[in-house]
């Protein structure tokens, strides 16, 4: 295999990008920086932020041990908003001009308005409400959009690069390897428009799923290994599930995310928009394969088996951890709004063709323009997130400073969930509204922050306010005394209270049993 002069290899590339091409990937870049500037110029936090902000380690445990290596590179030890934020946007740029060029030419409209929902897809702002590392969300992507485009590909040398992005992948981030089979599954449907030999199609497709495989195999076994060297455990949220229990919730999560409420027009509206687009694309693509004289009907049955097993392949991570567990999943729902503009040609005549471009041009830049407000009224509100969390863990550390007999050493102990215990005209309401509680990560239904651990973290980061944590054995012994049912819960007066020299604080009266805390403080407390 020759190793090919730098010169030399920036012109091949140079030759598959074609201006074109070229301009698309400066579009989205200015369009990216367009849609996400609010928070790449802002100092945005959420939860765990809060602990990363000067040690971003990588969560091993999780299957994440390539973070230890492109963390580094990215991200470094800091959350900075504007390094992060551009290197974010130019592999998100570098990104969907390699998807561009993996599904053909298109006209320059379709591929400007393509570029438009990627870079404004919603799940970008989840990416950017994490900016810590953002990046390396981005790279994830990347790498699956690289073995997605390599795997089929005949070279040797191509199909090693697509393994070795394949558990690049996953070792950043497992979510993002669903792109990669979307694209591979929506390839196959346009293979089955244009291949003359539908073998050869089908030959691409079973070259691409074993490359996949082996790349699992052997992520698996270096993150068996990398756990095993380091003394740790996998958690349950990397685990491997397949049951039917799960291909059930697959479908339905896949529906549930087609009407999500928050959708363009609420959810009816959205979902109806997308099923009949879909059901369009399906019925017109069945009637042109069995026209076709060679293998028409195979074609057909595999178009409509492709088609059948779609909700499988945007969420193919629930088979790795057997539920929906994040937002940070559904990237690969971005191909639902670009498939039918990248594939609309093949199969429509020329008059529907001029149907379908304005119907499509409507919907989507509705669709983006959406999304666009979307992305920035997230910002907006993580933005009103840290501020209301800042001013109220100011007035928290305030009340304790003030507290007679407070000194530094002085242990304090939070009690209850923070933000449940204000009653406004006979309703209990939070010192935190619902959608900006995610700062502290206090929720009434999550037991993992009874004890206040993100609003020490919070404390000690962003106000250097040190507060030492009595042992737990004084803890326990605190929660048995009886002494926090006598008291009030925050802000009220005598909401502050001494046991045995430490400082009591009744957050409020919302609190789980000790077991799960005292779990919770084996799992992630060090």
Not at 3 to 18: Q, T
Not at 305 to 319: D, E, S, V
Not at 478 to 507: A, C, H, N, R
Request: net charge neutral.
């Amino acid at each position: 295999m020759r190793l090919y002069r730098m010169s030399e290899l920036l012109d091949i590339i140079s030759a598959k990008f074609d201006k074109h091409l070229r301009k698309c990937f400066v579009l989205a870049i200015i369009l990216g920086f367009a849609v996400h500037g609010y928070v790449i110029s802002n100092l945005m936090v959420n939860h765990d932020s809060i602990v990363f902000l000067i040690d971003s380690k990588p969560d091993i445990r999780s299957g994440r041990w390539a973070r230890v290596f492109w963390g580094g590179i990215l991200s470094g030890n800091y959350q900075s908003p504007w390094i992060i934020g551009i290197t974010t946007i130019i592999v998100l740029a570098v990104s969907i001009t390699i998807v561009l060029a993996f599904f053909g030419n298109r006209k320059a409209w379709q591929d400007y308005l393509i570029v438009a929902i990627f870079v404004s897809f919603p799940v970008i702002a989840c990416n950017f409400s994490y900016m810590f590392m953002s990046n390396e969300y981005a790279m994830a992507l990347l790498f699956a959009v690289i073995g997605a485009v390599t795997a089929g590909r005949k070279e040797i040398y191509c199909k090693i690069i697509a393994v070795f992005s394949y558990i690049m992948c996953c070792a950043i981030y497992q979510s993002y390897i669903h792109v990669a089979i979307v694209l591979i599954a929506f390839k196959f449907i346009c293979a089955l428009f244009d291949e003359e030999d539908i073998k050869k199609s089908i030959k691409t497709v079973l070259i691409n799923m074993v490359v996949m495989l082996v790349s699992m195999v052997v992520y698996y076994g270096i993150t068996a290994l990398v756990l095993k060297i380091s003394g740790m455990e996998i958690n349950r949220d990397a685990g491997l599930s397949l049951n039917l229990f799960t291909l059930k919730m697959i479908y339905v999560y896949f529906r549930d995310y087609i009407f999500r409420d928050k959708a363009v027009g609420g959810g009816r509206l959205h979902g109806i928009l997308l099923a009949l687009t879909y059901m369009a694309i399906a019925l017109k693509g069945s009637y042109v394969l069995y026209k076709r004289k060679k293998e028409g009907i195979l074609r057909m049955v595999l178009f409509l088996l492709t088609f059948c097993i779609m909700p499988l392949c945007f969420n193919a991570l629930c088979l790795a951890v057997g539920y929906q567990t994040h937002q940070l999943m559904e990237f690969s729902f971005v191909f639902l709004y670009i498939f039918p503009i990248a594939f609309y040609e093949r199969i429509f005549d020329e008059k529907e063709c001029r149907i379908a471009d304005y119907y499509l041009a409507f919907m989507m830049l509705v669709v983006t323009s959406q999304n666009i407000k979307f992305c920035n009224t997230c910002y907006y509100s993580l933005g009103l997130a840290y501020e209301s969390s800042y001013s109220l863990a100011n007035r928290i550390a305030t009340h304790i400073e003030e507290t007679e007999g407070w000194k530094k050493d002085t242990p304090v102990l939070f009690v209850g969930k923070l933000g449940w215990s204000e009653t406004i005209y006979g309703e209990t309401k939070p010192l935190l509204k619902e959608e900006l509680k995610n700062v502290t990560g206090y929720n009434a239904g999550d037991y993992v922050y009874e004890r206040g651990y993100l609003l020490r973290y919070f404390m000690n980061d962003y106000l250097g306010v040190k507060l030492p944590e009595p042992t737990e054995e004084m803890q326990e012994e605190i929660l048995q005394s009886g002494i926090i049912d006598k008291m009030q819960s925050f802000p009220e007066k005598g909401s502050m209270e001494w046991y045995k020299g430490t400082l009591v604080i009744k957050l409020s009266d919302e609190r789980v049993d000790s077991s799960l805390h005292k779990a919770y403080k084996e799992l992630y407390v060090h």
